[in-house]
């Protein structure tokens, strides 16, 4: 399960669009980050994930963070500053087997706008010719639809989608999706047969409302999707004018239990989420911040799961991504970032009310550092054009400070008794799964 958010200028602090995501994905589900420049394309056809579509003859650079083991990104932005988050929704509407996951979309867009409303447009295109569907889930098997959030620089659109069945609405100052469709009866654009269909379906008791009439009770009760965008929400407008970077990655490191919250007392209401079972089977597994402005954008990722103990990294599209190692796959690997830092994550999860707390300060720190050097640079920016070798050796500096806090923090962590004991047999499992040992 996941959660995104967006606040556009009239309501952030520094005159910017703010994009943000959480993406939750089970807890071997390694996620990588990756840097693809513009390429120019020979080919006639391009692979997704299960199914080849028309390849374009070229794509835009493109920084996007996709579970390991498919095509399509989770989310992502481009050398345009379009950025673009996927949730999960569960609707009245067939699964199909195959056609074009959310993420495929998502990338497809990602490599062939411009700007939001390009994006927009392509990702419906994609789901009328293609449609949407195939196995999302890595160990077990999950169907689901798709909705998004497409911001720029200027402007941000929600795409919420049943089927073939869309509807869009444009963003007036903050927003935030989770698992649940959000749009009712006050809509932009909407499928031509959208309203009549669930009519002739028998979805609609009343009055059309595309989140009342499509969506699926069960499913979407059982995610919690509603309570979390209640919650995303209520800060978002709590915060108005005054949101920032700080605010975002408060946002999304945030748990539902508050003060003496827990992994083995977490919930499907928590933004960032830890894993915990049978109705907690998915996690964090990367957070992004996107500061999205046409000169010099920043955005901000973990690289790694679990946010509250994660420390957000600055990336330029300019200057791509410093060599990070091995990409990650679903099986423990030292040589990766991903699994070092998740091992860390799992060596605390029985000591976490008072381990987190000391990881949390010497990441703050060090973000208050790397936020100094990002505003001045940002600040340079506006008079004269940065140098892409500083850009680059600033998000490598930042990457080298953050594994120093993960070295320190895994030898000074100490593993606690798990009192839960379905929550220690769920994660025995999970590390034996993975070949995760932790000492």
Same mark, same amino acid.
Not at 414 to 428: D, Q, S, T
């Given at each position: 399960?996941?959660?995104?958010?967006?606040?556009?200028?009239?309501?952030?602090?520094?005159?910017?669009?703010?994009?943000?995501?959480?993406?939750?994905?089970?807890?071997?589900?390694?996620?990588?980050?990756?840097?693809?420049?513009?390429?120019?394309?020979?080919?006639?056809?391009?692979?997704?994930?299960?199914?080849?579509?028309?390849?374009?003859?070229?794509?835009?650079?493109?920084?996007?963070?996709?579970?390991?083991?498919?095509?399509?990104?989770?989310?992502?932005?481009?050398?345009?500053?379009?950025?673009?988050?996927?949730?999960?929704?569960?609707?009245?509407?067939?699964?199909?087997?195959?056609?074009?996951?959310?993420?495929?979309?998502?990338?497809?867009?990602?490599?062939?706008?411009?700007?939001?409303?390009?994006?927009?447009?392509?990702?419906?295109?994609?789901?009328?010719?293609?449609?949407?569907?195939?196995?999302?889930?890595?160990?077990?098997?999950?169907?689901?639809?798709?909705?998004?959030?497409?911001?720029?620089?200027?402007?941000?659109?929600?795409?919420?989608?049943?089927?073939?069945?869309?509807?869009?609405?444009?963003?007036?100052?903050?927003?935030?999706?989770?698992?649940?469709?959000?749009?009712?009866?006050?809509?932009?654009?909407?499928?031509?047969?959208?309203?009549?269909?669930?009519?002739?379906?028998?979805?609609?008791?009343?009055?059309?409302?595309?989140?009342?009439?499509?969506?699926?009770?069960?499913?979407?009760?059982?995610?919690?999707?509603?309570?979390?965008?209640?919650?995303?929400?209520?800060?978002?407008?709590?915060?108005?004018?005054?949101?920032?970077?700080?605010?975002?990655?408060?946002?999304?490191?945030?748990?539902?239990?508050?003060?003496?919250?827990?992994?083995?007392?977490?919930?499907?209401?928590?933004?960032?989420?830890?894993?915990?079972?049978?109705?907690?089977?998915?996690?964090?597994?990367?957070?992004?911040?996107?500061?999205?402005?046409?000169?010099?954008?920043?955005?901000?990722?973990?690289?790694?799961?679990?946010?509250?103990?994660?420390?957000?990294?600055?990336?330029?599209?300019?200057?791509?991504?410093?060599?990070?190692?091995?990409?990650?796959?679903? =099986?423990?690997?030292?040589?990766?970032?991903?699994?070092?830092? #998740? /091992? *860390?994550?799992? @060596? !605390? +999860?029985?000591?976490? =009310?008072?381990?987190?707390?000391?990881?949390?300060?010497?990441? #703050? /720190? *060090?973000?208050? @550092? !790397? +936020?100094?050097?990002?505003?001045?640079?940002?600040?340079?920016?506006?008079?004269?054009?940065?140098?892409?070798?500083?850009?680059?050796?600033?998000?490598?500096?930042?990457?080298?400070?953050?594994?120093?806090?993960?070295?320190?923090?895994?030898?000074?962590?100490?593993?606690?008794?798990?009192?839960?004991?379905?929550?220690?047999?769920?994660?025995?499992?999970?590390?034996?799964?993975?070949?995760?040992?932790?000492?």
């Amino acid at each position: 399960m996941c959660d995104t958010l967006v606040a556009l200028n009239v309501a952030t602090k520094n005159n910017i669009v703010l994009f943000g995501k959480n993406s939750d994905r089970e807890p071997n589900e390694a996620q990588v980050l990756e840097y693809y420049p513009r390429i120019r394309h020979e080919e006639e056809m391009v692979k997704c994930t299960y199914i080849e579509v028309p390849q374009v003859k070229e794509t835009y650079a493109v920084l996007i963070s996709r579970p390991f083991w498919m095509w399509g990104a989770e989310m992502g932005v481009n050398e345009y500053g379009v950025a673009i988050g996927n949730e999960a929704v569960f609707t009245k509407e067939p699964y199909n087997k195959t056609g074009l996951t959310g993420m495929d979309m998502l990338r497809l867009a990602l490599e062939r706008s411009r700007n939001a409303d390009e994006a927009l447009r392509i990702i419906i295109d994609l789901l009328e010719r293609y449609g949407q569907g195939g196995n999302c889930g890595y160990t077990h098997k999950m169907f689901y639809h798709n909705s998004f959030i497409i911001a720029d620089p200027d402007k941000a659109w929600v795409l919420e989608t049943a089927g073939k069945y869309w509807v869009v609405k444009r963003v007036e100052d903050v927003y935030s999706i989770s698992n649940a469709l959000t749009i009712g009866d006050e809509w932009d654009d909407i499928h031509p047969e959208a309203v009549n269909h669930a009519f002739e379906k028998g979805y609609c008791k009343g009055d059309f409302s595309f989140k009342e009439c499509y969506s699926d009770w069960f499913y979407t009760m059982m995610s919690r999707g509603r309570e979390r965008r209640s919650y995303t929400m209520k800060l978002l407008k709590e915060g108005f004018g005054n949101l920032d970077f700080k605010y975002f990655a408060r946002i999304l490191r945030s748990h539902y239990g508050g003060e003496g919250w827990e992994p083995s007392k977490g919930s499907m209401r928590d933004i960032c989420m830890h894993a915990g079972g049978l109705t907690r089977p998915s996690q964090t597994a990367n957070s992004y911040i996107g500061e999205l402005r046409r000169r010099l954008a920043v955005h901000w990722f973990t690289a790694t799961s679990i946010p509250c103990i994660s420390t957000y990294k600055p990336v330029f599209i300019e200057a791509g991504l410093p060599n990070l190692g091995p990409k990650p796959t679903g =099986r423990f690997d030292p040589r990766t970032l991903w699994w070092r830092h #998740e /091992r *860390l994550h799992r @060596k !605390i +999860l029985c000591s976490y =009310r008072y381990t987190a707390v000391e990881i949390r300060k010497k990441i #703050e /720190r *060090l973000e208050e @550092k !790397i +936020l100094e050097k990002v505003n001045a640079i940002v600040e340079k920016s506006v008079r004269e054009k940065v140098d892409v070798n500083q850009l680059l050796e600033l998000t490598s500096w930042a990457f080298s400070e953050a594994e120093e806090i993960l070295k320190e923090s895994y030898k000074e962590a100490k593993k606690g008794i798990c009192l839960n004991p379905f929550f220690a047999y769920f994660w025995w499992k999970t590390n034996k799964s993975a070949g995760v040992e932790v000492d």
